[in-house]
């Protein structure tokens, strides 16, 4: 009777064999580096910090402190400017004006020349997606589809090139820097090509292909509301840097992360007086005051400023790093007291906890 | 399970065999079992519908369509579909798996074979095609298929024996009939012209209950449970019966028993969801304080630099504007909540499930099954689990009962010994005793002490008379197919272990006839005249036979409990006595069941007397059974001791170790059991949950609510009191000031002992606080004799005030209410029954496998769990709340801070992978320490690695990073030009500073997290960060500018920014600053208040070998208090039915001359037995005013 076979299936039987696999992997036995905080590890690495970061933040600091840089705000200087500009009726109307400055000693090595906007709020959302890279790559696309309205077309449905917020406000002061020498006056030669990034310039703009400029945009597109002229007669002077291309509007396009910016406008070209940077004396900046600012309350400034191998003036970076050099440093010398202190006593509460436990459980028993 | 719902709530059944035509338009249920949720067809739709039923997904659902709008549209809309669609394939992939698993195994189930009369002749079946109203035929050791109505067995009578362990646990066998009538129709051409109808009650519930009625050839017979085969049990003892399907597949009481599945959560879903709706109220605060601030910008800038900057067609207002900015801000703060977070989980819990079934140790060789888990949802549950509820049978024991040790004579025979004598330790034992001598022996019994068959063999009188009462005294029958091929068939599997071992002893019990037993004894048959069995019961706790010699001398013997008999003894036995209960206690000590045997030799005139007496009170209707009981009682008097046994109930392999570990753990281990009280107490003391050293173990048997309340009363009075002696001073002041209930304070061990009926009172909604409070005060708690529904009780009672994870694990049928109950369920797999298998979470084959499961696997799986959360909400605060910052230097105009590709990628590429790889992979200390020092598992208990506090330091240590992610950037890029005279500060090269620097933050916090560099998270931690600048450059690249200038507008800015040593060293600095007070807090915490699991970690990096310091495995061998073996798995009636001879085969009836004795009512005896202890442990309600009798 017993020796009848369970009808049942069993699963074990029909299979070679369900035991699992010996592999470290699956057996969870993986060799693995089991790093730990140790009092060693630890002390080092906070010492090893606080030296890199104070070594760091002595030399950012000292490079730093090497830069010369002179801002000139101008918002106010030109306010005769200011008030024709409000009125937006004027736009076709010019207006000049001329801000003086004293260098009292030489500024030497390459100089820049920025232009610098207060509370232009150039980061938000709305204006950040105002643009169509596809016309600006010269491309014949239907910007009514892009993000640019309201600045995408005219009420005729002429379509505005370039289109967008971005391009319609560009900055248009021109400014010329004069340098007052021995009472004659000297206008300092800038350089206003090459100052944008090189991928900008010869992957992202690109004007569109035609056998002259003018005749690419003068048929079927008409200029921004807010310029003066249309973007084929941005640079009449050099083709290379004319319509798209034009490095003042490829400068204005890279849109700045904060509304207080400055956005590299001129170089000073260093040739005769100029080789060695600016010499000290009187200076004359000549502006063209197109850009209003006062409407939206912001501000303006002419900047000149040499640069080091961290960049410009900026004091930010060298305390930050010496400051969180002393923090770690100082942490490193706080950990080793605790360690020290704490061990002893720990030790010491440990027997006697001992001590205790062992007598409770006696008296439990 | 999956209840056919049928429109019309069924009032009764109707049932007409053999006509299936007749039976069809009833639309009864068939035996077909369906668990799986889904088919090809419906995959989809019902899956897509059950995903978005949960929040998340509807909430990015939500999202994805306000993205369409472009007023507020601040991402572009695959930032969130992306991820979106990720996860729901994800989700989908994983569903679709399970659900092709749960149709594998309902295709196990449903294609077993049946044998199904049909046309009158037997034909094989599948299961799932068994309609109600067939006639199937079940053969030994077989499964019932479904609910059957028993017509005919093999066995005189219609009697039918079936085991029941699957539905309710009871181990001992019962007993079923056929109703007269049927119990004739012995062959398929009788049975195919059957058509009686069955009407009985719809299908239930209920175990032990079962009311209809057949009509056939126009009368009527009364059913009861009493003819009822119910599927799950198994036939034993029988070589076949036919039954009349009356309830199948979801219908039939196993099934209707199981209940619904239902979907487990643990506890740290719950604390997700919680905090994941903060997280949300948190979004919606942020939310509100950015939309406040873009209205006040829009009406105090904005209107003035709306030359530059029209506001949107439609926008009137600053109000409006902020309304929407409120919207735009809920689109690209979303990421606070992660959506990949349920996925990754899934993911992690997916990867701890395969590697449970990959576990070589948790592999059992024997029944070849390995560990499975078979939900992917609970692991890191493993990992807290406070309360452990077990069921015995099968789980802690293996039942089967083993005679291993007897006392004669004063003499004890059973040690394993080494060839110098001495007590050999296990593993190294010698051969077993060879019983070759005996061609009637059982092979597979074995036993190892030499000098038992020495003394047989040299003729020992006492040794002889010792086995000759153990192959008299029992009410096995004995089954001969083939000449010496003996088959015992005992009731309860103590009694079988006795006779099998005289029979390898040589006094073989052949045969009996309700007046003889026929014996060889060493070889040679002698027949005993059987004059009367003296049956067991729960009171008498012993039985007798008395028996004539062919020599004419009548001689009782007896066997019984301990306690009982050796008070009955002659005062001649005393010093025989004394030596006895030394070997008696020895065997209690190593938890082995023990009996007493006696004898007592009649003079012919008093029995004479006494038969006579027996006689008459047998006829007489009244007090029948008292005086009965005052009969027996005369007669077992005076007798004589002739030694004792120890039976073993089998222990699992390495039970008691487990539950020492376990206990160590600080886990709580509840035994529930359908067994009896004594069996249940004394498997209690063989794996150690009961000692001897304990305090008290408090039996709780009360019948009514008043006494059980009194027990319970008195047990914490009793606590109180002990604790209160021992507190004093000092210790007490330091208790009372930190434990909440001075119950928990309580000094010294005790234990709580509760039966089923007790239980019923105690779990009444007024008593439940007073008896857990009292239960969880003690060490162990055992409760006997409940039903499953109890068991489920007792689980949600504790799930109910204890708010802690409980576990419940079982083999058998009546432990599925329990395994579905408890937070966890794990089934015993590798034996027959599969059904607690198939409603468990994890399934293994020994028990002692649980010890890995909590210890390695869960504590493993929590500790990643959490560090996962804690690292995954750290790292998407860190990433969003920049976005905050941001808002007040943009005009609040929810411009994102990144490139909308870095928004997308960052969480599905950029830093999903390491936090995957340390979540699966990652070990704080190696799994031998775990199970060496199991107070390692105690974090998970108290829930001290991920709560609402570890939470707050998360997304503080978040906040903390974004804040610096946003200023240190922005303090360097205020003024700053780059080091050719270019400005420095443009929005893209600041979000590509932003990132890089957020990328390498999160990367080298993973890193500090990571306790456990694989080869594999290295190459996720390497490999991330150089995906990153992969993806970077290839974004940034000219040529996919070129294709779509509208989406890849960051043309060349990676190679222009990340040239500049400026951004370098931003990078540098905010990695230094947010990373530096992490490693000095952290390491202040190892130094000054270290883990356990730190402090194990820092001795093993210095290799001192700290050894088992923590460990106090208490040893066995010390004396233990004796408990008697008898009846633990016995039952009153066997006596009686043997006598009657109506169990006996025709052929061996007419052997003998069958006296006539008025014992018509021997089945009404079993019946009314049975009846009583079925409805008391059925009902706990009903079960109050019944009395039990243990």
Redesign the interface.
Known sequence: ??N?T????R??EAQP??????TAF???R??????????AS?LS??FL?GAF?LT?GVC?VLSANSVREIQIDYSDKCSDCSKLREN?SNWNKECHCSVNFTLKENILG?V?M?YGLQ??????????I?R???Q??G?NVNIQR?YC??FSTYRNGTPMAPCG?IA??IFNDTINLFYNHNSSVIQVPLLKTG??????KN??FRNPESYNLSSAFAAGTARPPYWQKPVYLLDEEDERNNGYLNDDFI?WM???????????YR?VRRVRHFTEGLPAGNYTFHISYNF?VT???GRKHVIL?T????????P??GI??LV?GT??TL?GFV?TG??LK??KK?TYFQRRCESCFIC?QR??H | MGVTGRCVVEEERRVRANAREYNEKFQYASNCIKTSKYNIVTFLPVNLFEQFQEVANTYFLFLLILQLIPQIS?LSWFTTIVPLVLVLTITAVKDATDDYFRHKSDN?VNN??SQVLIGGVLQQEQWMNVRVGDIIKL?????VAADLLLLSSSEPHGLCYIETAELDGETNMKVRQAIPVTAELGDTSQLARFDGEVVCEPPNNKLDKFGGTLYWKESKYPLSNQNMLLRGCVLRNT?WCFGLVIFAGPDTKLMQNSGRTKFKRTSIDRLMNTLVLWIFGFLVCMGVILAIGNAIWEHE?GV??Q????W??GVHSAFFSGFLSFW?YIIILNTVVPISLYVSVEVIRLGHSY?I?????M?C?K????AEARTTTLNEELGQVEYIFSDKTGTLTQNIMVFSKCSVNGHSYGDVQDMLGHKAELGERPEPVDFSFNPLADPRFQFWDPSLLEAVKLGDLHVHEFFRLLSLCHTVMS?E?SEGEL?YKAQSPDEGALVTAARNFGFVFRSRTPKTITVHELGQAITYQLLAILDFNNIRKRMSVIVRSPEGKIRLYCKGADTILLERLHPLNQDLSSITTDHLNEYAGEGLRTLVLAYKDLEESYYKDWSERLHRVGSAPEAREDHLARLYDEVEHDMMLLGATAIEDKLQQGVPETIAILTLANIKIWVLTGDKQETAVNIGYSCKMLTDDMTEVFVVTGHTVLEVREELRKAREKMMDASHS?C?GF?QEKLSSKLTSVLEAI??EYALVINGHSLAHALEADMEVEFLETACACKAVICCRVTPLQKAQVVELVKKYKKAVTLAIGDGANDVSMIKTAHIGVGISGQ?GIQAVLASDYSFSQFKFLQRLLLVHGR?SYLRMCKFLCYFFYKNFAFTMVHFWFGF???F???TVYDQYFITLYNIVYTSLPVLAMGV?D?DVP?QRSMEYPKLYEPGQLNLLFNKREFFICIAQGIYTSILMFF?P??????????????????????VTVATSLVIVVSVQIGLDT???????HFFIWGSLAAYFAILFTMHS?GL??MF??QF?F??NA??TLA???VW??I??TA??CI?PV??F???K???KPELSDTV??TQ?VRKKQKTQHRCMRHAGRVGSRRSGYAFSHQEGFGELIMSGKNMRLSSLALSSFAPRPSTSWIDTLRKKKGCEGSSAGSPSGAADKTLRV
């Open positions: 009777m017993k009848k369970n009808v049942l299936p699963e074990g064999s369900r035991c699992p696999d010996n699956k057996q969870q993986l060799p693995a580096w089991k790093p730990q905080l140790t009092i630890v690495s906070f910090t970061c760091v950012l937006s390459d820049f920025y509370n232009f709020y150039q980061n938000h959302r709305r204006y950040v105002s169509s890279d596809a600006l790559l491309r892009s309205a309201p917020a319609n406000s100052n944008s990034w090189w991928t900008d992957v992202k400068i890279r849109v700045s992360a904060f509304a207080t910016f400055r956005n590299l170089r209003p409407r939206f309350k400023s640069v080091v191998w961290s960049g410009g003036s900026n930010f970076l930050a790093y969180s923090a770690a942490t950990i605790i360690h704490l061990r720990k409770l008296s439990l | 601040s196990q077993r074979q053969e030994n050791n077989q499964f070589e800038v003035c630099f030359i530059y900057l029209p949107d067609e735009s590697f079934n990959w576990d070589k140790k592999y060789a029944r070849r099954t390995p089954e197919k088959l021992v004093n210790y000094a010294g027959e493993w230097f943009c005009g105009s929810a411009q992979f070990q799994e240190i922005y303090g360097v890029f205020a003024d700053a030009t780059r080091d050719d005279g270019a400005q420095l500060a443009d929005y893209q090269s600041f979000a306790g456990f560099w694989t080869a594999i998270n000219d500018f070129r200038p509208h507008r043309v060349g190679q222009n500049q040593p400026t060293l931003t540098a600095l230094v600053v530096v490693v000095a952290r390491f202040l190892l130094d000054l970690r820092y990096l």
